[in-house]
Nanobody, 127 residues
Framework: VQLVESGGGLVQAGGSLRLSCAAS???????????IAWFRQAPGKEREFVSA???????YYADSVKGRFTISRNNAKNTVYLQMNGLKSDDTAVYYC???????????????????WGQGTQVTVSS
């Protein structure tokens, strides 16, 4: 599986961005069988969970983004989106998408649960 993030950029506090994670899967697999998650990493900090979407389209969010971010997936396009509204300076980080077929709900929040990662996209929120 190859993952490519896009949609990052510079935005003022209170603004919005939509990140995309486009996946390439082999002919023997199906994108719909993957759990897709977004993580972020700010300079000097550990990578932290942001959001995940299950195989059955159930969304999960970190408390810090709940009510501001929305995750969705389009299996026909092999793409997951992260709509980010009400951005704050604390949201500044490199955002990564991750994928795995085996991860269980209790492990959605752990980076170690995901076998496949994108290269990341920078999100910078100016105050």
């Amino acid at each position: 599986v190859q993952l490519v993030e896009s949609g990052g950029g510079l935005v003022q506090a209170g603004g919005s961005l939509r990140l995309s994670c486009a996946a390439s899967v082999d002919r023997y697999s199906s994108f719909s069988r993957y759990v897709i998650a977004w993580f972020r990493q700010a300079p000097g900090k550990e990578r932290e969970f942001v959001s995940a979407i299950s195989r059955s389209n159930s969304p999960y969010y970190a408390d810090s983004v709940k009510g501001r971010f929305t995750i969705s997936r389009n299996n026909a396009k092999n793409t997951v989106y992260l709509q980010m509204n009400g951005l704050k300076s604390d949201d500044t980080a490199v955002y990564y998408c991750a994928a795995d077929r085996q991860v269980i709900v209790s492990s959605y929040f752990s980076p170690a649960s995901y076998a496949y990662w994108g290269q990341g996209t920078q999100v910078t929120v100016s105050s």
